[in-house]
């Protein structure tokens, strides 16, 4: 008899084919995704130059996964890392010279275990080599980078711009790290709580400073409030410096790319990101004679958020590509140039997105948009046509880079990047129902292809509770976190047809002793559930209501203390639990 089992893992949903024996009594698990598409944020994608095809994306709380150009899919690489802040990637760096070399920093926050993990087989085996500076891979500035880089004229000579702690290095791949006495910018120290530093937000090398066996020229920038932001070396990072005549040093630095011919450009923006940039520029620095050149896209009213992605075409001298970030009015999109910046074209008016593999993306328009926090842009190395760019739900790829009119695809096949909150597996009707954080949540009827449609009204955006009748299972009810937290704000609702369609609900205000009658759903934090008959809703908080009119009228259970978390017996409809988690 075979059985099919689902399962919450953190940031991935899984499923299982048991094969259950009936002697002995054993049973063998085969676990695979549950095909949602992508679905959350990837703060960058990036092409190996070792090999053409080869591809490594980073996500903020999902791990890191490699393109396999054979299979034509993402494969996690971190599904044996039992560590849950290794999730968490700060940077990845693909060995320039050997493909099957790669390194990962990983950890998740601040205050959680940090490593750089080395691979000599393309991410399938790990060596984890804890380090003693914090990470922050799903923190703020998460989009900066990258962070972590190999000298490509040593391959064993690495460093690392740490977010609180300096520059660190090491020069036997990794396996050992060392904090660079000499450069400037020591760090600010350990974060305040629900805090973080910028830090040296990238480190660039030279290519063609290395006729020595070691690239002699390497830049750093510096992602805090400082009177320096950008720092070089000239002797292989044995000494550092201020860079000279660096622009405005209220715009801080986060990411770099360094050209055939020395030039190095640079993104700015006011804040490190994701949210709260509110403006940017784009600047190039010629080492050969010293010369700043502003040639940021866009100025004046049109000037809106920062630069973020940014990336150059290896095989055309002159063609670079920035992306824009926080750009809400406008849109975001992607500036390209064929001078080195002398003349901009916006793809966003030359685009369509075709999201038939992920139609879900849409998110109830008639095309996908753009996309936001675009943060992630990489050219392939290998074929200038080739063009992917981030977003905070998914990764977009064009063979369409030197035409006139681009059409972008989902690049997510084998990515599981969303965030489950809650999961429900009814007893007839759909297979899953999923509670996703930013991304509402899905009716899952067909388990192996993604959903065709998020739960979008109402627009609650984080589902953080599930149930279903359990005798009637089509009559689901969630509780998930609006928009934007008010007390008029709905934050409850309930469907009929297995979680297809949606409908409001809002329990009143009532007084639970402090200084006055206040909702105890306003922000999404009240859980609710339906008994089995699919009658009786109950919303736990500060004080427990039940409805049984679909929300026309409500009352308190009697005999329960504050706090408490109601449960509904899935046979019984008149029985009930609570459970009091406080005391």
Known sequence: MNRTLRLLAPCLLLMATAGLAAQP??????????????????????????????????????????????QHRWVPLEDSIWEDSYYGIESIAPDPKDPDVVYLAAGMYGSQPAAILRSSDRGATWRVTKVPFKMGGNEDGRGMGERLAVDPNRTSTLFFGSRHDGLWRSDDSGGHWQKVAGFPWAGLGEPQPRKTHGGVSFVVFDPASGATGESRTIYAGVADPASHHLFWSTDGGATWAPLPGEPDPALLPVKAAVASDGRLYIDYCTSIGPNGIDGGAVWSFDPRTGAWNDITPVRGDKAEGGYMGLSLDRGRPGRVAVSTVDRWNHGDTIWLSDDAGAHWTSLLERSTRDTASAPFLKFGRAMAPFGHWVSGLAIDPFDGDTLAYTTGDSVYRTSDGLRPRLVWTPWVKGVEETVPLSLASPTSGA??????????????????????????????????????AGQAPGIFVRSASPSVATDEGVSLAWSGDSGHHWRELVAPAVSTGGDGPARVDGNGDAPIAVAADGKTFVVSGTAMLATADRGRSWWRPAGVLSDTCAVADKVAPLVWYAIDYRG
């Open 25 to 70: 009594p054993a049973t063998l698990y085969t676990w695979r995704n549950v095909v949602i598409g992508g679905g959350g944020f990837s703060p960058n994608v990036i092409f190996s130059p070792a090999e053409r095809g080869l591809a490594y994306l980073r996500t903020d709380v999902g791990g890191a996964y490699r393109w396999d150009s054979k």
């Open 431 to 468: 297979h899953l129902v999923s509670g996703i954080g930013d991304v509402h949540g899905f009716v899952h009827d067909d388990l192996d292809r993604p959903p065709r449609e998020a739960f979008l009204v109402p627009d609650l955006p984080n589902t953080n509770n599930l149930d279903y």
